[in-house]
């Protein structure tokens, strides 16, 4: 069983920058791919960025090069670094696990074996 938490969303304005981060526990971390996923009001979950055991990354294309995504297996956490935010960005951010990390990337919700409870990223415009 593996839990995962979230922390860092708020309120931001347009341009500027958050961290997410997310701290996993559970017997069944070691060697699993982690990711984020964001769902706004009224839209489907999607996937926003994923990370593999060894540091490999895939970052969707809507945030491409302004978000990063990096872990520290050490400390069991996985981190989310979001620049030059924008109003589209806004939407409840979920921490993800899954045992494949191209599963994570290329299947969608569907492929991610546990979930983070959200924080929420609210961007004025």
């Known amino acids: 069983q593996v839990q995962l938490v979230e922390s860092g969303g708020g309120l931001v304005q347009a341009g500027d920058s958050l961290k997410l981060s997310c701290a996993a526990s559970?017997?069944?971390?070691?060697?699993?791919?982690m990711g984020w996923f964001r769902q706004a009001p009224g839209k489907e979950r999607e996937f926003v960025a994923g990370i593999s055991w060894i540091g490999s990354t895939n970052i969707a294309d809507s945030v491409k090069g302004r978000f990063t995504i990096s872990r520290d297996n050490a400390k069991n956490t996985v981190s989310l670094q979001m620049n030059s935010l924008k109003p589209e960005d806004t939407a409840v951010y979920y921490c993800a696990s899954a045992e494949r990390f191209t599963g994570l990337y290329g299947g969608g919700p569907s492929s991610v074996k546990y979930w983070g409870k959200g924080t929420l990223v609210t961007v004025a415009s």
């Open positions: 559970g017997r069944t971390f070691n060697g699993y791919a």
